[in-house]
């Protein structure tokens, strides 16, 4: 029977890395191994680690880089250095970055026996209960992160909807992570090894997107030189996204209402149903009802496609799961760009917690990626874009004008916010210098 402390190797030398796992298995110990700095935070990030064992000198990111962001992201797991180039100077670094121990390559199994029961001991039992409490309750849900009351009621549905096949229709204005909800309902249930496929209805030409969802046949039309299926047969057994479902054709809409009536589709050219077993999980950020009004959409498709709708929050709606995606992208990219982490002044969240994010969570990313291409060791307020700064804030309770005078209105506070400056004001505005002194005229 294995104990509980999972353990987590990291070591870049793979002959080392499988023989500390094969002492530490042998010692009835569940372990985690990673070849590099950025395998071992993908672990630390999802798993309940109750011991970090890490090598020093490896390449890119080194271990002692590690040992100080976990002190700092997870102070209460130990930290046990393993390495084969001792020197007092670095032993002394080691420990003040947070290790609990220190051995030197070659060791028996016996003294790391004591090394890890001497650094698991460093850590309380209340501290580990208090640790998984605190994974569990931050743990992102699929790709899904966030833990406000409007995120938790989206998992919440989704977690109803993983291990069963009923139609999904999922809401949200541009950049809330339509297609990560449909990417969790895939892939937390039951038929997560089947196959997720994504299709961009309003990324493929009108012409061409019924034969790509469909298939055809040789000869079904000038260009169809062989048989093909579609992407119906290609999602067979899982789950096919359909986004910006509103970009469909009437001529479209009516193939898709036969095959959710009928479970079956018939290639372009073809007289022969072919029967498929299919999650369909539709999005949009348009109205779809207002669709039905001009004719654009068919209502019976609608109710078809709505059998659980899931309503994604804008980023507005859960500004407190902005630091949790913050966090999440400047490892990501300060990873992907500097090749070490990041950090970020207290100034820069505050500013990023207060903005209104129109572009919800697709903005927040873009804005972090140029951040951290901007900075150097810490993201602070001067990197951040211009017309986030300087962000104008509107009462909503305010009074009802023309375009003409909120326009105006606009321009005299964004030229006040930027002390009168033009051209700062004219990026913030994206125009140009010329327009902004034609319309200040």
Not at 123 to 146: C, F, Q, S, T
Request: net charge neutral; proline share 4%.
């Amino acid at each position: 029977m294995l104990n509980k402390e999972n353990i987590l190797i990291v070591d870049d030398d793979i002959h080392i890395l499988e023989l500390i796992q094969r002492h530490l298995q042998s010692l009835n110990y569940h372990t985690y191994k990673a070849i590099s700095v950025k395998e071992a935070l993908e672990i630390l990030k999802d798993s309940s680690i109750d011991l970090l064992i890490t090598d020093l000198q490896m390449p890119g990111i080194d271990g002692l880089e590690l040992i100080k962001y976990a002190s700092e992201h997870y102070p209460k797991i130990p930290k046990l250095v393993v390495t084969g180039f001792p020197s007092i100077n670095g032993a002394l670094e080691v420990m003040k970055s947070g290790a609990v121990d220190y051995i030197t390559k070659p060791f028996t199994k016996e003294e790391l026996k004591t090394a890890i029961l001497k650094s698991l001991e460093s850590k309380p039992k209340e501290d580990k209960i208090a640790d998984i409490k605190e994974v569990e309750a931050n743990k992102p849900y699929g790709e899904l992160i966030g833990s406000s009351p409007a995120i938790k009621k989206v998992t919440a549905v989704i977690e109803r909807l993983k291990n069963n096949k009923a139609t999904v229709f999922i809401n949200g204005e541009s950049g809330t992570g339509k297609e990560l909800v449909a990417r969790s309902i895939h892939y937390m249930g039951k038929y997560s090894s089947a196959p997720f496929i994504v299709v961009n209805c309003g990324a493929i030409p009108e012409n061409l997107l019924e034969s790509e969802l469909f298939g055809y046949l040789k000869g079904a039309f000038t260009g169809a030189e062989k048989d093909r299926k579609g992407f119906f047969q290609a999602a067979n057994n899982g789950t096919i996204f359909l986004d910006e479902i509103g970009n469909a054709s009437l001529s479209t809409q009516l193939r898709l209402l036969r095959v959710l009536q009928e479970k079956e589709v018939v290639r372009i050219g073809s007289q022969k149903p072919e029967k498929i077993d299919v999650r369909v999980v539709a999005a949009t950020n348009v109205d779809l009802k207002e669709l039905i009004k001009k004719e654009l959409f068919r209502e019976d498709l609608y109710y078809r496609l709505t059998v659980v709708q899931i309503d994604v929050p804008s980023l507005l709606e859960r500004i407190s799961d902005i630091p949790l995606l913050v966090n999440k992208f400047l490892f990501k990219y300060g990873i992907e760009y500097k090749d070490r982490f990041l950090k970020i002044t207290p100034e820069a969240m505050d500013i990023l917690k207060s903005y209104n994010w129109p572009g919800n969570i697709r903005e927040l990313e873009n804005v972090i990626q140029r951040a951290i291409i901007m900075s150097d060791r810490f993201v602070d307020v001067e990197h951040l874009p211009e017309h986030v700064k300087y962000q104008i804030d509107f009462s909503k309770t305010q009074k009802l004008v023309s375009l003409k005078e909120f326009q105006k209105n606009y321009i005299l506070k964004v030229l006040q916010a930027t002390n009168n400056n033009k051209t700062k004001a004219a990026e913030i505005l994206q125009i140009d210098r010329k327009t902004l002194r034609e319309k200040l005229k």
